[in-house]
């Protein structure tokens, strides 16, 4: 054990100690939330408005197609064929023609552009005509606006889950988005700190660093010490990553929070001032979505998620480290490793691929076993947490990673103890065979 420490200790300090840890670090989750507050800011803020030319022969279209941020439309009287001949010099991204007999051939209608539009310019000119064909045909069948307008129900159902302990409002969004979020950290994880097993493996053994180590370290406990040592580094990061994520959150929720309220209030003064209904006021509330997005969050029983996290986490590292160590051991060089990270890599692939449909249905039979075995279960069942799992399926998920990661250490011990020392031979999956059975 004390030799398993001093490796450990030694791989754990030297990664946490480089600069490049503690910038990303530290970098990381201000990363993260610039990201997404670029993301916003893309979709919302940089808008650019768009013209768009309408010359509608049928009168029908006059009051219909609205300007909005995004797109300013201008109604033209020309010919068709001097409106095609003036576009490009009028500085419009878009012609769009109607004819007079657009109710009886809708097909006709036309989008004249220098370039291909947008599908969503396309999409938004559709459905203006669309919808003022339809109303034109429901009228002439004797059903007006506004029956149609009533008709029209917005269902906004609340999900509650029912259990020993009463009913508890649940958010399947929230859950959606947290375990998805929990799956690719997990499946980046792997692949980021188990290929630095690998490739420290590989750098000390071409250097022949390790030929000095094995003199007073069994094979075994080189191995175990490096794997534990990074697996310390990694979990380290991730803690610090969601304490400033936390606080990062907590932050800018506060501002949000002040801003919100801050809006309402001016709202408030605005609809007393033109003595709008109360009703109004209420349906117009600006800080409805930041309530809606915390509420979600508080429905969800993050204690048990984060634990969760920590050992899947932990377990899926464990597992495929060691198998990970196992292909450095037996190879030269980096170009070498890429004959057998395939098998290794696969299982990570597929669940993650899985993830997708655990995500419409995770109490599935797909669900269910795919979070049973231990090179999948890591990822799938972080997606099924969030949606409430019963006690007995996480409890028999661990045991079974737990002998996963200890069958598989198995395996790597005795491939590492025999490809260590082995140097100037191509190494088959035959080979590989051979080494773990030798005695």
Known sequence: ?????????????????????????????????GFYAAVIWVAVGSVDTKTVQVLDESGLFKNEFKDSEALKFEFTTKSLDSAKAEFPAGGANALVYIPANVIKAPKDVRIYAEKNVSMDLKSEIEKVIEKEI???????????????????????????????????????????????????????????????????????????????????????????????????????QFVLWILLTTALTSATSAILASNMSKQSAQ?????????????????????????????????LNIPLILGCFLFYYLGGYLLYSALFGAVGAAVDNDADTQQFMLPITLPIIFSFVFAQFVLRDPDGTL??????????SPIIMMVRIPFGVPAWEIALSM?????????????????????????????????????????
């Open 267 to 299: 709202v408030a003064k605005e609809m007393q001032k033109t003595q709008v209904p109360n009703q109004a006021l209420q349906g117009n509330n600006v800080d409805n979505a930041v309530v809606e997005v915390l509420g979600a969050v508080a429905s």
């Open 1 to 33: 054990m004390r030799n398993i420490y001093l490796v450990l200790r030694r791989e754990y300090l030297v990664r946490v100690k480089k600069k490049s840890f503690l910038v990303m670090t530290l970098l990381g989750p201000l990363l993260f939330v």
């Open 367 to 376: 669900a269910f076993w795919t979070s049973m075995i231990p090179f999948t």
């Open 134 to 236: 339809e109303d034109i045909k429901l009228a002439e069948a004797g059903i007006t606006h506004k029956i149609l307008e009533d008709s029209r129900v917005n269902v906004n159902s609340e999900t509650i889950s029912l259990s020993e302990g009463g009913e508890k409002t649940s958010s399947s969004g929230a859950a959606t988005v947290i375990g998805g979020i929990c799956a690719f950290l997990i499946y980046m994880s792997v692949f980021i700190y188990g290929t630095q097993v690998m490739r420290g493996i590989t750098e000390e053994k071409t250097s022949r660093i390790v030929e000095v180590i094995i003199s007073s370290v069994k094979p075994f406990q080189l191995m175990l010490g490096k794997i534990i040592g990074v697996a310390l580094v990694g979990m380290t």
């Open 399 to 439: 045991v079974l990673l737990i002998l996963g990661f200890i069958g598989t250490t198995w395996i790597a011990a005795r491939i590492y103890r025999v490809g260590i020392l082995m140097y100037g031979k191509k190494v088959s999956y035959k080979e590989l065979v051979k080494w773990i059975f030798y005695k």
